[in-house]
């Protein structure tokens, strides 16, 4: 593990990384290696530099705390999300919006688009629903899957709603502090203290790309590196930091603890903290026979194992996990040997690379 690693620093796949292997929460190797910024100044990487956790805030902060809200009753799997957010379903196909459930949303199967640069125009959640409510989709609810920032954009929103209080509230209560997750938060209003992350990009080069088809010539695009605040778009500039889809922040060993809860179907040191059902669910493909992404397959947020999906061939059956944007952060659970792998690289720093995707199928079938 070390030297696979230290190989992907000197191949300059990233600056640095943590790497946490458990087996039922064990660590049996937990290390941190290189450098949490290279540029302007160096710092050294630690066991617990904080990394943006970019697309993985679905499954660590989102995910949970909508099951949880489902377990007490203030929520259904089964209903349009239109019922919590009726503004969403006033809008382009409005009709077709306002079946969409939270089911669908959950499992990328809404038929919502992908991503949408909503940040260039709106601020704020109501400017956020207006411009959802005037997106089209891209197919039927239940016919395509579509793994779709937009669609943990509304279960943020619907969160929010349901329990009158800002996600970050909602998500701390809920999943980070009866889990004892006492270094994962968003980054609101104010960054988090440069020294405890590891730094992202160098401005905002991955998305400002994306926009260019938009026509957009002057937009306050951030120049210098970014460290401790989102580099994602829609959750920094629209949101304040704080979205269903990105802008948290957490440590591996955080992650561990929090990947133990899946292999253990629910159980954080004895006590139930997810229905077992609902584990069940959220890790069982709902996307086979829908026409997709690469032949990747999902269940509640999380990819499951699959020859075709993005590590391919590296993870064991019954396996579930995801891959963060630009692979350069990924959680992977194995219940039947109660294995879990968190992998954290800077890998955006100072610029995204090429060949992340292949070192995490090393890696990964070197662990399982």
């Avoid at 993985?56 to 957010?85: C, N």
């Avoid at 509304?154 to 997750?181: K, M, N, S």
Wanted: hydrophobic fraction near 40%.
């Amino acid at each position: 593990m070390r030297r696979l690693v230290q190989k992907g620093i000197e191949e300059g796949l990233f600056p640095g990384a943590v790497v946490c292997v458990s087996r039922n929460g064990d660590p049996l190797y937990y290390e941190a290696h290189g450098k949490a910024e290279a540029t302007p100044a160096e710092r050294t990487m630690t066991l617990d530099t904080r990394f943006d956790l970019s697309s993985l805030t679905q499954v660590v902060a989102t995910l949970p705390a909508v099951l949880r809200t489902v377990q007490m009753g203030k929520l259904s799997l089964i209903d349009p999300i239109a019922r919590y957010l009726p503004e969403f379903a006033t809008g382009v196909d409005r009709h077709a919006k306002g079946q969409i459930s939270v089911f669908q949303l959950l499992s990328h199967t809404s038929g919502l688009p992908a991503w949408k640069p909503f940040f260039l125009t709106a601020r704020g959640v109501k400017a956020y629903l207006r411009a959802l409510a005037d997106t089209p989709l891209e197919a039927a609810p239940g016919e395509k899957a579509i793994q779709s920032d937009l669609g943990y954009l509304l279960l943020g929103f619907a969160l929010e709603r349901i329990w009158d209080r800002p996600l970050q509230d909602v998500c701390e209560r809920l999943v980070f502090r009866p889990l004892d997750l006492n270094q994962t938060s968003f980054a609101t209003g104010e960054p988090l203290p440069t020294e405890l992350c590891a730094a992202s990009e160098v401005g905002n080069e991955c998305e400002r790309r994306l926009c260019a088809p938009y026509g957009i010539n002057h937009f306050p695009w951030r120049e210098d590196v970014i460290c401790g605040e989102a580099q994602d778009g829609n959750a920094f500039y629209g949101l304040d930091g704080v979205a269903g889809h990105a802008g948290l922040f957490s440590t591996a060993a955080d992650l561990n603890r929090y990947a133990e809860v899946w292999v253990r179907k629910g159980v954080f040191r004895r006590e139930r903290f997810l229905d077992a059902t609902l584990v069940t669910l959220a890790t069982q493909t709902h996307t086979k026979d829908l026409a997709g992404e690469g032949g990747m397959q999902r269940g509640f947020g999380w990819e499951t194992a699959h020859p075709g999906g993005t590590l391919g061939e590296a993870t064991p059956a019954m396996s579930f996990g995801m891959v963060g944007k630009g692979h350069s952060v990924a959680i992977w659970c194995d219940p039947v040997s109660k294995m879990t792998a968190v992998t954290l690289t800077n890998g955006w720093h100072p610029r995204g690379r090429d060949g992340l995707q292949e070192w995490l199928k090393v890696l990964h079938k070197r662990i399982f």
